[in-house]
T-cell receptor
Framework: EPEVTQTPSHQVTQMGQEVILRCVPI?????FYWYRQILGQKVEFLVS????????KSEIFDDQFSVERPDGSNFTLKIRSTKLEDSAMYFC????????????FGPGTRLTVT | RKEVEQDPGPFNVPEGATVAFNCTYS??????FFWYRQDCRKEPKLLMS???SGNEDGRFTAQLNRASQYISLLIRDSKLSDSATYLC???????????FGAGTRLFVKA
C-alpha cells in the first residue's frame, strides 16, 4: 500500500537555526499539505500546495515558513529561524484531489527546538 | 465558538460495548467531513469519510446532520485495538484548509 514518508523522524535544533523537513507524498497525488501538532494539542493546518504554488495557508504559516517541491517526488517545509514554540510534531499529508478527497498522513517529524 | 467541537472524553468502555462520538461544526458552508483515529504520538489515520446519507464500514457507522451541523461516529462491539483518540475533521467549501477537532480519547478495557 502506498504511503507518505517523512524524514527525519526526529530533529533537534537550536533556537535561531534553519531546519528543513522532508516529505515524499504518495506518487499519484497532486495536493500536498503540512500540519503541526504541539504536544497535547490538536492537529493544526499550516499550508496546502498544488501545481507548484501555495493554495492556502493558515495564520500560523508566517514569513519564517516556506514550502517547496524541489523535484518530482519531494515536498519540503523550511523554518528559517526556529523558535522554542516551533517544537511540535510536523505531519505531511497528500491527496489525489482537493476538498472532497481524503488526505493521507506521513508518520511525522518530531522537531525539538532548544 | 470553536470551529469543530468534540466530546472531551475520555471514554472508558469494556470490550464489546457500543460507543458513540459526537462532533459539531460552526461553519454551515463546510463541505467535507471525516473521522480519523490517532494513536499516541502517531499520525492521524483516516477511518472514514462521512456522507450525507450516512455510511457504514464494518463495526463503524458515521452520520451527518447538516441542519444541526452535527457529525457522529458509532463503534459497535468495541475491541481493545479501538483504543485511540478519534478526530473529527471538517473541510470548508472553496478552501483547502482542514480543521481538526481536539479529539476524544477512547480506552477499551478487557
Amino acid at each position: 500500500e502506498p504511503e507518505v514518508t517523512q524524514t527525519p523522524s526526529h530533529q533537534v535544533t537550536q533556537m535561531g537555526q534553519e531546519v528543513i523537513l522532508r516529505c515524499v507524498p504518495i506518487s499519484n497525488h497532486l495536493y500536498f499539505y503540512w500540519y503541526r501538532q504541539i504536544l497535547g494539542q490538536k492537529v493544526e493546518f499550516l499550508v496546502s500546495f498544488y501545481n507548484n504554488e501555495i493554495s492556502e495557508k493558515s495564520e500560523i504559516f508566517d514569513d519564517q515558513f516556506s514550502v517547496e517541491r524541489p523535484d518530482g517526488s519531494n515536498f519540503t517545509l523550511k523554518i528559517r529561524s526556529t523558535k522554542l514554540e516551533d517544537s511540535a510534531m510536523y505531519f505531511c499529508a497528500s491527496s489525489e484531489g482537493p476538498r472532497f478527497l481524503e488526505q493521507y498522513f506521513g508518520p511525522g517529524t518530531r522537531l525539538t527546538v532548544t | 465558538r470553536k470551529e469543530v467541537e468534540q466530546d472531551p472524553g475520555p471514554f472508558n468502555v469494556p470490550e464489546g460495548a457500543t460507543v458513540a462520538f459526537n462532533c459539531t461544526y460552526s461553519n454551515s458552508a463546510s463541505q467535507s467531513f471525516f473521522w480519523y483515529r490517532q494513536d499516541c504520538r502517531k499520525e492521524p489515520k483516516l477511518l472514514m469519510s462521512v456522507y450525507s446519507s450516512g455510511n457504514e464500514d464494518g463495526r463503524f457507522t458515521a452520520q451527518l446532520n447538516r441542519a444541526s451541523q452535527y457529525i457522529s461516529l458509532l463503534i459497535r462491539d468495541s475491541k481493545l485495538s479501538d483504543s485511540a483518540t478519534y478526530l473529527c475533521v471538517v473541510r470548508n467549501t472553496g478552501g483547502f484548509k482542514t480543521i481538526f477537532g481536539a479529539g476524544t480519547r477512547l480506552f477499551v478495557k478487557a
